[in-house]
């Protein structure tokens, strides 16, 4: 492939700035949808994606045109962590995590891509994925059902829940062009819409809140435990930044796995997920609807993003958009979230498909099993600061299963 995108002609400033907003409300639905299920701050979360984006097009300089935004892998295991260790320690976890991206890209750049394929075979990858989305689907129900709202009755919830689901359905099955791209965007509105008519909605926080403000930032903390707890989980969004950088590479014909280089880009992503940690924010990764947005409008220019990431910290700042955010009732996430989580579990599946192998062969029969049984199940190795469980006792057993186990001739 050829470099292509640095030979385009150089947008006009007024739709450069068109264009870049574009993007950021492409990316805003999901962008904001990660903090509101997690119990961050949504104006921070804004902050630390348009901080996160500078910083991997610093590292990358400027060649690759991707958005850095909320990661949807680290959902279940943020809520778990919060619950468990607090919010801190949480993103102190979370630091580390994007230190292991770090720890990745480098040895990426001193020995190429073999060994993670060796070391995170699909047979591995694939149900640690689906671990991640289904570790926590309870707490999907619970959200659709009113459980964790106490003004909102079962019926009301089921109601606003399965509204904002089938909008976000319709709009990703039958949607045409930008409408495509914001499927949350439009389940969540909608879902909203209905929550005003019924009378669900309490607009005090947006009256009390200032216009500006600065964010409520959060410090991290780093505590074993959850440090032990986060780390397993990048190991799925690391290995799935190789295709996203193949497949925007696709769109622009442009090799950015040979320039600027998977280790670049793989550093680009972890420093910006613990920059975010930082400040309270949840992990970075690139956005997939602002690669079909790419991929729609032609924008190839990675400048775009830059304008898109400058509009995104402005925005953190305007103190009523993030109460407004806030005032979104329970249910209407959780309507977005059965099928969130459930979409992640299916490209975990889809990963042990593509990969062609038997899945009932013994080798496999037993790495998949324990997999799922260790992460969905609740089971528990250790104890005190060293407890591992959920996602990261999952990755670590097949890590370990796929190492031992002797490979075998499959029918």
Not at 18 to 34: E, H, N
Not at 194 to 204: I, K, N, P, S, Y
Not at 254 to 268: K, Q
């Amino acid at each position: 492939m050829t470099d292509t995108a640095a030979a385009l002609p150089t947008d006009s400033l007024p739709r450069t700035l068109l264009t870049g907003v574009q993007m950021l409300f492409v990316a805003f639905g999901a962008l904001v949808l990660v903090p509101l299920l997690t119990g961050l701050d949504p104006s921070v979360a804004l902050f630390t994606a348009g901080l996160g984006t500078l910083v991997f097009h610093a590292v990358t300089r400027v060649t690759v045109p991707v958005f850095l935004a909320s990661s949807f892998a680290f959902i279940a295991p943020i809520q778990g962590s919060v619950a468990s260790f607090g919010i801190p320690a949480t993103l102190g976890g979370l630091l580390v995590a994007g230190l292991v991206y770090v720890a990745i890209s480098q040895a990426v750049r001193l020995k190429g891509t073999a060994w993670l394929h060796r070391l995170l075979p699909p047979v591995v990858v694939g149900p640690v994925i689906m671990v991640i989305g289904l570790a926590l689907a309870p707490v999907a129900v619970d959200m659709a059902t009113g459980e964790t709202s106490e003004h909102i009755g079962y019926g009301a919830a089921l109601f606003l829940s399965m509204a904002s689901l089938l909008v976000t359905l319709v709009l990703a099955v039958f949607g045409r062009g930008i409408a495509r791209l914001i499927p949350i965007m439009g389940g969540i509105a909608s879902g909203y819409a209905l929550a005003l008519l019924m009378g669900l909605v309490d607009f005090t926080p947006v009256r009390e809140a200032a216009w500006l403000a600065i964010p409520e930032f959060t410090a991290p903390s780093f505590h074993w435990a959850a440090i032990l707890f986060m780390i397993p989980v990048a190991i799925a969004p690391a290995v799935e930044h190789i295709g996203d950088m193949i497949a925007i590479g696709s769109v622009t014909r442009t090799n950015y796995l040979e320039r600027p280089g998977l280790h670049r880009t793989l550093l680009g992503d972890g420093l910006a997920t613990s920059t975010a940690a930082l400040f309270g924010g949840p992990p970075n990764t690139t956005y997939s609807e602002v690669t079909g947005a790419v991929t729609l409008t032609r924008a190839f220019d990675p400048r775009i993003m830059l304008v898109a990431a400058g509009f995104a910290v402005g925005l953190a700042f305007v103190a009523k958009l993030g109460a407004l955010l806030q005032t979104i009732p329970g249910p209407v996430m959780g309507g977005i979230m059965t099928l969130l989580f459930g979409s992640i579990a299916v490209v975990g599946m889809n990963t042990l498909v593509r990969a062609g192998h038997s899945l009932t062969a013994p080798r496999n029969l037993v790495v998949i099993s324990l997999i799922l049984v260790f992460g969905i199940g609740g089971m528990q190795v250790g104890g005190g600061q060293f407890t591992l469980q959920g996602v990261s006792l999952a990755a670590l057993v097949g890590i370990l299963l796929n190492a031992v186990l002797p490979g075998a001739e499959e029918e």
